[in-house]
């Protein structure tokens, strides 16, 4: 099993440009799960999804960010404009049903 | 509000035990999940509890108190390679929302020869 696996791993944009964070889940996984990771505020859960279906998109920050799942083996993240307090690292996890999330490893955001 | 407070540091040394603490203040509690982070890595899976006591697996144990809203974690016969950050994390705030947990900003484990 490849695990979750997320592209790009580092990514380096000006400010104003389009980012667009990739990942794809463990395979029959249920549940997808973006978190952005910074010093000052740790884990954050931006949004899940289970089924394919949205749940809870309360954690995303505002309207720039905007994520989809097109099916059962592929999710976006998407940031559009990109500001330097976005700079931080994305984590996908993928979950089945009633268990722990596995975690990707991570794209590195740099906005200057 | 939501609310999960752990210690920010800890120093231990190499073949000790050392317990890393963490209390919680949620809306609604189905279950009590630690995590460990090397530096620059993911997240990786530990422990989950649900029921109160005690959930031991190989060198690391994980306690519950749901009355106390209180967790530990304790680490046996330390190794060098323990060095990492803690998390501590609580699943189901709400009905229909028992995915959604919430993360406590870690503890670093420093371990030293």
């Known amino acids: ?112 | 509000g939501q609310n999960i407070d752990q210690p920010t540091e800890m120093t231990a040394t190499e073949g000790a035990i050392v317990q890393i603490n963490c209390t919680y203040q949620t809306s609604g509690f189905n279950g009590l999940f630690w995590y460990q982070q090397h530096a620059g890595e993911a997240p990786t899976f530990l422990s989950y509890n649900v029921l109160d006591g005690l959930e031991e697996k190989g060198r690391f144990s994980s306690f519950l108190s749901r009355s106390k809203g209180y967790s530990y974690l304790l680490l046996k016969e330390l190794q060098m390679k323990d060095s990492a950050s803690y998390l501590c994390a609580v699943s189901g705030l709400g009905a229909g929302n028992n995915r959604k947990l919430i993360w406590g900003l870690g503890t670093s484990l420093a371990v030293n020869p």
């Open chain 1, 1 to 112: 099993d490849a695990g979750v696996i997320q592209s790009p791993r580092h990514e380096v944009t000006e400010m104003g440009q389009e980012v667009t964070l990739r990942c794809k889940p463990i395979s029959g996984h249920d549940y997808l799960f973006w978190y952005r990771q910074t010093m000052m505020r740790g884990l954050e859960l931006l949004i899940y999804f289970n089924n394919n279906v949205p749940i809870d998109d309360s954690g995303m920050p505002e309207d720039r960010f905007s994520a989809k799942m097109p099916n059962a083996s592929f999710s976006t993240l998407k940031i559009q404009p990109s500001e330097p307090r976005d700079s931080a690292v994305y984590f996908c996890a993928s979950s089945p049903h009633q268990a722990e999330q596995y975690f990707g490893p991570g794209t590195r955001l740099t906005v200057t």
